[in-house]
């Protein structure tokens, strides 16, 4: 049971880094195409 929650928690916090790291990346290539696509791939 502990290792389930554990890798639950491991999951959530690789998803907010991700989209912590995806909003700096779009917020400083706005202009850059790799930024629309990246924000076009990744909104699961």
Known sequence: M???IL???DEVIKKVSWLYWRNIKINSTKDNSFGRIA???SVF
């Open 39 to 41: 924000h076009q791939v």
């Open 2 to 4: 502990n290792e389930v």
């Open 7 to 9: 890798k639950a928690i």
